[in-house]
Every structure is written in structure tokens, then in C-alpha cells.
């Protein structure tokens, strides 16, 4: 039988009871499969990453040896999130590396997105590189896949999406969520513990906040484009847009616009919302969101964020407009 098929029986997880008896029936296959030996994880912080992080705590506890690369591009609070939950109330054997600077260096004065998104993907992949080369005996190489994944590739992007591991590093895989569908991973993700806010996440490209820092990325411009999107975030969850809205973020492009403060003309940027609603991500709708709430994002975000004096609202769908920018 093909173990990366969902078997017909296989029971949708959308309870407490059947995530537990899932998690206990991973836990077992994890002890056998690895046995006394240990395993590596790239721990983005999202859904997927986090979970099976969770997943193999249980399971193994330091056996597993989990490298969270903060790129910079994080949205705020999520690297901080990580090192949180894992570290300190999971105890788990975790290694952050603050590679900010490493990355915005070799972005500036980029503007193309494709060219973007090799050069951060690349870099990834060297500095999840240097720090696997660093660690003694790592025989397995744990992954977040989901069935979604190998749905798309026919098994093929599920054994490539780390990429670029040197030859010589022969790793088995581990992929304990590989059969299950994105709402059965949050079930598993809320009875492993693991906070609502990092379980409910939604979907975040790999290039993070740098294919929403449209254009050549700046850091005062990242910066603002960080805490803009963190008070949008904030107010959809405190006017209940949070559990309607499939994804939402902020842009924020390469230009500036006049604007006027403390009765003087000033410069800044424009702040865009895009809200839309999707099943499959191949097609999306823009959802309504109350005049009141945008009235009030836009007041937060012009108030509080350095260099943004404008907050545009994207009604494109998809098609026309693709959800992402960039």
C-alpha cells in the first residue's frame, strides 16, 4: 500500500477525541521509526511546522533538535511566539538564529519579486544548512507535510520543500501530518496545547513580509509595514473578522504620497488592506468588512505608524488580482 495515500476509512479529525487518539497513535509509530536516534526540523512557526514540532516533543522530547531561522521578515510577535512555546513551556531542544541583517543585506536594491523570493528561499536553505552541518548524528529529517502537498505534487514537493541539504546528508524522513487536510492539523495542533493564535494562522508565503514590502525592500519601510499589519490583525480578531476572513494582510508599496500632520505637508506611504475569502486559493472573493472597523484601522494605523499617511482598501478578486501582491 502507498503510504502517501489517505486510506478510504481513514475518519475526518474534527474532535478532541479523535486528534488524542491520533496523537497516541503517531507517538507510537515516531518511537518506532526513530528509535533512539535524532531529528531535525526546520520550525517556521507555522501551522504545519508547529505541530509536528509539538507532535515530536511528545513523542521524543530532545531527541528532536528544532532550528527556527528568523529572516527578518516574520510579522510581529512570531518569532518571539516561537521561542515562547517551544522553548520555554515545552522544553524543547531548540536552536533560533537571528538572521535579519544577513538577509536585508542581500535584499537591497532588489526590486523584482521573483529575483525577492530566490534570494530569500536561497538563503534559507544556507543558513538551515550551516546550522544542520554544526549538530552530531542527525538521522532524520522531520517535514510539515500535508496531504494538500502531496495532492499537488504527486509526493514530489513533499520530499523537496526543505531543498537543498547537501547530497552527502542522507536523511530518513519523518512526516507524522503528511495524511491530513489544513482544518485536521489545527484539531491535532489545539489537543497538542499549542496557543489558538499560532494553531488558527493563516496561510503565510515562505518570502514572509518581503513579497508585502512591495518593490526594493527598505527596513523603515518593513518596519512600518510590520506594525500596520499587527493593528490590522488586532482589530479583525477584536470585531470577530478574524474567524470570517480565509487571509488578510497589509502592502505596502515603494511610493509616497503627500499628506498633512500637525498642519504641515509631509510624505508617506500608502497602507493597503487586502481581505479575501477562498476555498482552494485558485479563486477568491473580497469580503465586506463594515465601514466602522476600516474607519478605525485606518485612524490606529495613520496615528500610530511612522511614514504611512494613506490606507487603501483592495476590492480585487481572484482572478483578476492574485490574493498576494507580489
Same mark, same amino acid.
Given at each position: 500500500?502507498?503510504?502517501?495515500?489517505?486510506?478510504?476509512?481513514?475518519?475526518?479529525?474534527?474532535?478532541?477525541?479523535?486528534?488524542?487518539?491520533? &496523537?497516541?497513535?503517531?507517538?507510537?509509530?515516531?518511537?518506532?521509526? %526513530?528509535?533512539?536516534?535524532?531529528?531535525?526540523?526546520?520550525?517556521?512557526?507555522? !501551522?504545519?511546522?508547529?505541530? !509536528?514540532?509539538?507532535?515530536?516533543?511528545?513523542?521524543?522530547?530532545?531527541?528532536?533538535?528544532? %532550528?527556527? %531561522?528568523?529572516?527578518?521578515?516574520?510579522?510581529?510577535?512570531?518569532?518571539?511566539?516561537?521561542?515562547?512555546?517551544?522553548?520555554?513551556?515545552?522544553?524543547?531542544?531548540?536552536?533560533?538564529?537571528? /538572521?535579519?541583517?544577513?538577509?536585508?543585506?542581500?535584499?537591497?536594491?532588489?526590486?523584482? *519579486?521573483?529575483?525577492?523570493?530566490?534570494?530569500?528561499?536561497?538563503?534559507?536553505?544556507?543558513?538551515?544548512?550551516?546550522? /544542520?552541518?554544526?549538530?552530531?548524528?542527525?538521522?532524520?529529517?522531520?517535514?510539515?507535510?500535508?496531504?494538500?502537498?502531496?495532492?499537488?505534487?504527486?509526493?514530489?514537493?513533499?520530499?523537496?520543500?526543505?531543498?537543498?541539504?547537501?547530497?552527502?546528508?542522507?536523511?530518513?524522513?519523518?512526516?507524522?501530518?503528511?495524511?491530513?487536510?489544513?482544518?485536521?492539523?489545527? !484539531?491535532?495542533?489545539?489537543?497538542?496545547?499549542?496557543?489558538?493564535?499560532?494553531?488558527?494562522?493563516?496561510?503565510? *508565503?515562505? *518570502?514572509?513580509?518581503?513579497?508585502?514590502?512591495?518593490?526594493?525592500?527598505?527596513?523603515?519601510?518593513?518596519?512600518?509595514?510590520?506594525?500596520?499589519?499587527?493593528?490590522?490583525?488586532?482589530?479583525?480578531?477584536?470585531?470577530?473578522?478574524?474567524?470570517? !476572513?480565509?487571509?488578510?494582510?497589509?502592502? &505596502?508599496?515603494?511610493?509616497?504620497?503627500?499628506?498633512?500632520?500637525?498642519?504641515?505637508?509631509?510624505?508617506?506611504?500608502?497602507?493597503?488592506?487586502?481581505?479575501?475569502?477562498?476555498?482552494?486559493?485558485?479563486? /477568491?472573493?473580497?469580503?465586506?468588512?463594515?465601514?466602522? %472597523?476600516?474607519?478605525?484601522?485606518?485612524?490606529?494605523?495613520? /496615528?500610530?505608524?511612522?511614514? &504611512?499617511?494613506?490606507?487603501?482598501?483592495?476590492?480585487?478578486?481572484?482572478?483578476?488580482?492574485?490574493?498576494?501582491?507580489?
Amino acid at each position: 500500500m502507498n503510504d502517501n495515500v489517505r486510506p478510504e476509512s481513514m475518519v475526518r479529525i474534527t474532535t478532541p477525541a479523535l486528534a488524542e487518539s491520533f &496523537i497516541q497513535e503517531q507517538i507510537q509509530k515516531i518511537q518506532e521509526q %526513530v528509535k533512539d536516534k535524532k531529528v531535525l526540523l526546520a520550525l517556521s512557526g507555522g !501551522v504545519d511546522s508547529s505541530v !509536528v514540532a509539538a507532535l515530536l516533543v511528545k513523542a521524543i522530547g530532545k531527541q528532536l533538535v528544532c %532550528v527556527h %531561522v528568523n529572516h527578518g521578515l516574520m510579522r510581529k510577535g512570531e518569532s518571539e511566539q516561537v521561542i515562547e512555546v517551544f522553548q520555554n513551556q515545552m522544553n524543547a531542544n531548540l536552536i533560533y538564529v537571528d /538572521a535579519t541583517d544577513r538577509f536585508l543585506d542581500l535584499l537591497a536594491g532588489v526590486s523584482e *519579486p521573483e529575483k525577492k523570493r530566490k534570494i530569500i528561499g536561497g538563503e534559507f536553505i544556507k543558513v538551515f544548512d550551516e546550522e /544542520a552541518s554544526k549538530l552530531e548524528g542527525i538521522s532524520f529529517l522531520a517535514q510539515g507535510t500535508i496531504y494538500p502537498d502531496i495532492l499537488e505534487s504527486d509526493g514530489v514537493k513533499a520530499h523537496h520543500n526543505v531543498g537543498g541539504l547537501p547530497e552527502d546528508m542522507q536523511f530518513e524522513l519523518v512526516e507524522p501530518v503528511k495524511l491530513l487536510y489544513k482544518d485536521e492539523v489545527r !484539531v491535532v495542533g489545539k489537543a497538542l496545547g499549542l496557543p489558538a493564535e499560532m494553531v488558527d494562522r493563516q496561510p503565510f *508565503p515562505g *518570502p514572509g513580509l518581503g513579497v508585502r514590502c512591495l518593490g526594493a525592500i527598505t527596513r523603515d519601510r518593513l518596519h512600518a509595514l510590520r506594525e500596520a499589519d499587527a493593528i490590522l490583525r488586532e482589530e479583525f480578531a477584536n470585531s470577530g473578522l478574524a474567524q470570517k !476572513v480565509w487571509q488578510y494582510f497589509i502592502a &505596502i508599496p515603494d511610493m509616497k504620497s503627500v499628506g498633512v500632520k500637525n498642519d504641515k505637508r509631509y510624505e508617506g506611504w500608502p497602507a493597503i488592506i487586502r481581505a479575501v475569502n477562498t476555498t482552494d486559493a485558485m479563486s /477568491a472573493t473580497i469580503e465586506e468588512i463594515p465601514y466602522e %472597523v476600516l474607519h478605525k484601522i485606518t485612524a490606529r494605523i495613520t /496615528a500610530e505608524v511612522e511614514g &504611512i499617511n494613506r490606507v487603501l482598501y483592495d476590492l480585487t478578486p481572484k482572478p483578476i488580482g492574485t490574493i498576494e501582491w507580489e
